[in-house]
């Protein structure tokens, strides 16, 4: 069982920056694949980014790419998304996600989720 807790989450102009954490209970995080989807006002949850349980493999939604990036500190924990040059799009409900199989764009791969953070960007 893993439990996932996003911070980060605010308010912020086009063009600026935010980082999200996502903290993970238990001593197996360093086994789990990790991904952040995001979630605007009535769409669908979307892929944003994904590690694999050692860091060694990152990907990206196209739309994200060159501005997000995603990283992990197994010592705490802890996974993250930077996101420079946010766009007013970006805004949405931030999710993390855990995988106890492999890094996956798609969200019903994923095992368990945190509650989401909320980013939005103003234009």
Same mark, same amino acid.
């Given at each position: ?6 911070? %980060? %989450? %605010? ?14 209970? @238990?001593?197996? =995080?360093?086994? !789990?694949?990790? @991904?952040? =989807?995001?979630?605007? $006002?009535?769409?669908?949850?979307? =892929? ?6 050692? @860091? %060694? ?8 790419? @060159? +501005? =997000?990036?995603?990283? +992990? ?6 996974? #993250?998304? &930077?996101?420079?040059?946010?766009? $007013?799009?970006?805004?949405?409900? #931030? ?10 764009? +798609? $969200? !019903?791969?994923?095992? !368990?989720?945190? &509650? ?8």
């Amino acid at each position: 069982q893993v439990q996932l807790v996003e911070s %980060g %989450g %605010g308010l912020v102009q086009a063009g600026g920056s935010l980082r999200l954490s996502c903290a993970a209970s @238990g001593r197996t =995080f360093s086994s !789990y694949a990790m @991904g952040w =989807f995001r979630q605007a $006002p009535g769409k669908e949850r979307e =892929f944003v980014a994904a590690i694999s349980w050692s @860091g %060694g493999s990152t990907y990206y939604a196209d739309s994200v790419k @060159g +501005r =997000f990036t995603i990283s +992990r500190d197994n010592a705490k924990n802890t996974v #993250y998304l &930077q996101m420079n040059s946010l766009k $007013p799009e970006d805004t949405a409900v #931030y999710y993390c996600a855990a995988d106890t199989v492999v890094a996956d764009r +798609r $969200p !019903y791969e994923y095992d !368990y989720w945190g &509650q989401g953070t909320q980013v939005t960007v103003s234009s």
